[in-house]
């Protein structure tokens, strides 16, 4: 491949900002600079991706930089010539394309490879910033001796051009203020300004200067901004020293920015910003419900990821955890990923694969704690880190287990109603509403009593929730558990499928299920019980005794009076879920599964 191709593909891999597309000659600048013979004026030339070029030639005055030409026009190549059309398309100039991929002033030159191409380095010594600088590298022409007399307002204005919104606008400035400094441990003990920090010939601040000097570029953009004085604690460790960090606000929302920590603390959710960072004025904690000092303190580290979502509420909800060979921790919410890293000392460590069970829209982890002492760092999704000290004593940690008691939800079946797929058989509390569900409620159970460890139970719960779509729309689910068991001919969720789930769970376990897709017929199918256990099939009539209608589920237990069988099946109340049936109107119970 000659030169020439490579200049082509050079212009066709340019960096593309904003439907343009930035020319960088091999190993050069990533711009293109031209020196004119007069030292006090400088030549920038743009070349663009869709053939236009620009040229921009500045001179200072009185330690000011102001534009003193603009040029356009296309440019093309032709016959390793790089030539310059002004608007009538008239030739202006051209260059030599060399072998080595760089521009000369003439053809001899590009033949010789003389160090004098055109395109060099300006002369920094007569200018100052801003100019032209790289969309990505932020990298810019400027004169550390003239930072004092810089027109900041104008940078400011050219970097953020683009932005839409205030909190773009930061970002950018953010970003390159970031790569302008150098960040130091040590403080700096000479007061500037910053157009000093930003452009002088020294560019090392404290890392906690940073905050400073953002503020401070936030004012001049007339961006609302609050340096926000509080505490802060890493690894189960609060920093005796005061730690500051920034708020934006933009159409009444506040954003959280801490630059000391890196990119991934910044515009964090408030929310998420407790976990480790308590402002001393509580107004700037920026949630529903602000928590005291020692609730802060109590609450165990949380790491996010830039801009991630708020975390779900979970539990344990303290730092330290004491345990007694298990570290169980209950999410309420289902993530896609679930990573789990154990530290002791600081060091990575192996541990036993964890338990996980979804029930409700919740996730229950069950970790193996197998050392005396650990950090278990609990990922969600890449985006979230909770982070627990967990001591292994002996003791049982029944938080989870009184949480599902204290939100247990109260149903109430209406047993003056007839059964119908599409009646409401229970009443929630107000009071309870957005609390737990039935399952939950009896897992919290079984963690105590494993009175739900049978099979069968395990089966159906793998598709709790799961329900019909109203509509013409048909859940792919239900309608595979028809064609499995036999009733490819149905194509609608709507029919009655309770005795089909049913059948599609005893099946996977190699069980016999009725070819019949009615609940009744489950009644000649198994083993006839008087007294059953959870993981037998409970069968119902519906509408009257003598009706071929009926119901089937998977018996739970009995209400505390006695008079509600707790029934997990599918199609109750259109979903598979925990419902409550009247005693009265049990058929009969059969073990189908041992």
Known sequence: MNKYLIFLVLLVMSSNLYAINWIETKGDLRYVYKNRGDKSALSVIKLYYDGKFEELTYSEKDGKTFLKDREVGKFSISSKKVIFLNEQEKEIKEFHLGNNGKLYATRRDAYLKKDAYVYSKANRSNFEAPYYFHPYSNAIIDNPELADYIDLDGFFNHLTKYTLNDLEKFERVYSFIENRVIQTNKEKSVERTLEQVLFGKDRIISRDELVKYLDASCKRMNITSVIIDGLYKSNNQLDPEEHTWLTISSLNEYYLYDPELGDDWMNV??????????????????????????????????????????????????????????????????????????????????????????????????????????????????????????????????????????????????????????????????????????????????????????????????FYGIRDIPGDENNPTVLKFFRETGHEKIQSDEVSWCSVFISYCVKSLKGKYPTSATARSWLNYGKKVVHPKPGDLVIFWRESKNSWKGHVGIFLGFSSDKTQVITLGGNQDDAVQIMNYPKDQVLGYRRVIK
């Open 269 to 462: 959710d408030p929310s998420n910003f407790i976990y480790t960072h308590f402002p001393l004025d509580e107004s700037f904690q920026f949630i529903s419900e602000p928590i005291s000092y020692s609730d802060f303190l109590a609450l165990p580290i949380l790491l996010p990821s830039k801009g991630c979502d708020p975390v779900a509420a979970f539990i344990p909800s303290n730092n330290v955890v004491e345990v007694n060979g298990v570290l169980e921790v209950l999410i309420d919410e289902v993530p896609s990923q679930i990573d789990i890293d154990m530290l002791r000392n600081n060091e990575l460590m192996e541990y036993a694969e964890f338990d996980k069970v979804i029930s409700g829209g919740k996730t229950l982890l069950s970790i193996p704690i197998n050392d005396a002492f650990v950090d278990v760092h609990l990922t969600l999704n890449k985006e979230l880190t909770i982070v627990y000290t967990v001591i292994n004593n002996g003791k049982n940690n029944n938080v989870i287990s009184e949480y599902y008691l204290n939100n247990r939800i109260r149903k109430q079946y209406n047993t003056s109603r007839k059964y119908s797929s599409n009646s409401k058989r229970y009443a929630i509390t107000e009071l309870r509403r957005e609390a737990l569900s039935g399952l939950d409620w009896y897992k919290a159970e079984a963690l105590i009593n494993n009175d739900l460890s049978h099979t069968l139970i395990k089966k159906a719960i793998e």
